[in-house]
């Protein structure tokens, strides 16, 4: 297990005395990786990690934490250590959990993975459901959404938040012309050969604005996408993390998505290593310049340092 010193410090990083602490098995033990962010999920973490390994397929875990301040990052460090399967990544601070999904997904790829499933911590996704995303990849599916919306779904949501939820995924489908229903959802599969290297990766929004714009990528890079319906649940635990800005960042990010309609084209890859906390997860950008996932690490365009 590789444990990654956090006492050095960052350069060019908002987190200036803590590097990320890495409890990684040395090698996979499956071609499939389930992967879960969490910051302040001390409630639904532990059934939440039993009802995975418990699925069949024996897949491994990825937790990335963002320094949880209400005791979840001990318990996801001692189940790591304890459990072959599970992977935990624990950043610096609160960086996003877009960029968490990035994080994810470089990672798969860097370890050699199949396939990758994600999904929210707290149980409003039925962890059951990661067969049947997994499924339709076998049957020919480069990537599989569990949407809210498609005929058969159930969404537990009343009020506002049902309204909210149901209007943004409408307006989302309309202005961008494509025929998904679900956008904003975590609940995804994809066969990573099938996925481009930094179409996931390099997606600039590092917040909840991630979802959207990585199921308009799928979509826009032709790739097979099918929506599976789901019964999405009320959180069980915890309070939702999504705040209004970032919903007025939805909405700007939208509007630009529907001004770029018909783009295909992300040749972004993936860089090695971070000079600084020596992961293999510093990603370059659209802009030219690069970012580490990991510890936050950013290098600007070469053409700003001239």
Not at 204 to 224: D, I, K, M, P, T
Request: charged share 25%; hydrophobic share 45%.
């Amino acid at each position: 297990m590789n444990v990654a010193d956090t006492s050095e410090p960052l350069r060019a990083s908002p987190y200036p005395d803590r590097k990320p602490l890495a409890m990684l098995r040395e090698r996979r033990s499956s071609d499939t990786l389930i992967f879960l962010p969490t910051y302040n999920e001390h409630d639904a973490i532990t059934p939440m990690i039993d009802a995975l390994l418990a699925l069949p397929g024996a897949a491994d875990l990825l937790i990335v934490d963002d320094r949880s301040t209400d005791g979840t990052t001990a318990v996801v460090l001692a189940r790591a250590a304890a459990e072959p399967r599970l992977g935990v990544i624990v950043r610096p601070g609160k960086l996003g959990v877009g960029s968490a999904h990035m994080l994810a997904w470089s990672y798969a790829r860097d370890r050699g993975y199949r396939r990758i499933a994600t999904l929210d911590a707290d149980f409003s996704h039925d962890p059951n459901d990661i067969p049947r995303l997994l499924a339709a990849l076998d049957a020919g599916a480069d990537v599989a959404i569990g949407s809210r919306f498609a005929d058969g779904a159930r969404l537990d949501y009343v009020g506002w938040r049902r309204l909210v939820s149901r209007g943004a995924n409408y307006l989302a489908r309309t202005a961008l012309g494509l025929q998904l229903t679900e956008y904003t959802t975590a609940l995804r599969a994809a066969r990573l050969d099938r996925v481009p290297e930094g179409l996931v990766e390099a997606i600039a929004s590092e917040g909840y604005g991630f979802f959207l714009q990585c199921a308009v990528r799928f979509a826009r890079a032709g790739l097979n996408v099918v929506e599976i319906p789901i019964h999405f649940h009320q959180r069980q635990h915890g309070a939702s993390k999504i705040s209004q800005i970032e919903i007025l960042r939805g909405a700007f990010n939208l509007a630009v998505l529907a001004m770029q309609r018909g783009r295909t084209s992300y040749g972004n890859d993936a860089v090695s290593e971070c000079p600084v906390c020596a992961q293999p997860f510093l990603t370059r950008t659209e802009a030219g310049g690069a970012r580490c996932l990991a510890c936050a690490y950013r290098e600007a365009p070469a053409e700003a340092l001239t």
